[in-house]
Nanobody
Framework: VQLQASGGGLVQPGGSLKLSCAAS????????VGWYRQAPGKQREPVAT???????NYADSVKGRFTISRDNAKNTVYLQMNSVKPEDTAVYYC?????????WGKGTLVTVSS
């Protein structure tokens, strides 16, 4: 299984960005998918997760601003980021958890700056 995160870039504070996590094969719909981020000098932290049934969970720091969603037909999970803040600057990674195995994709850099 290969995952690829994309959609990162430079965005101004208060702006929006949509990240995508695409998977090879068709197992994405059968596993829980999470977005994580790692800022410079900090540990990787969870941002949002979505279960196969569509239940979602968010870190307190992004609640009300970020939305995770999935399109199983496209084998893709999205992270809609609204009202971004400078502290959202990080490399964002997606992770698929399936049958007790975690698959990580390469990250995509999000920079929030004016």
């Amino acid at each position: 299984v290969q995952l690829q995160a994309s959609g990162g870039g430079l965005v101004q504070p208060g702006g929006s960005l949509k990240l995508s996590c695409a998977a090879s094969g068709s197992i994405l719909g059968n596993g829980a998918v999470g977005w994580y981020r790692q800022a410079p000098g900090k540990q990787r932290e969870p941002v949002a997760t979505i279960t196969p049934g569509g239940s979602t969970n968010y870190a307190d720091s992004v609640k009300g601003r970020f939305t995770i969603s999935r399109d199983n037909a496209k084998n893709t999970v999205y992270l809609q980021m609204n009202s971004v803040k400078p502290e959202d600057t990080a490399v964002y990674y997606c992770k698929l958890s399936f049958v007790l195995v975690d698959y990580w994709g390469k990250g995509t850099l999000v920079t929030v700056s004016s």
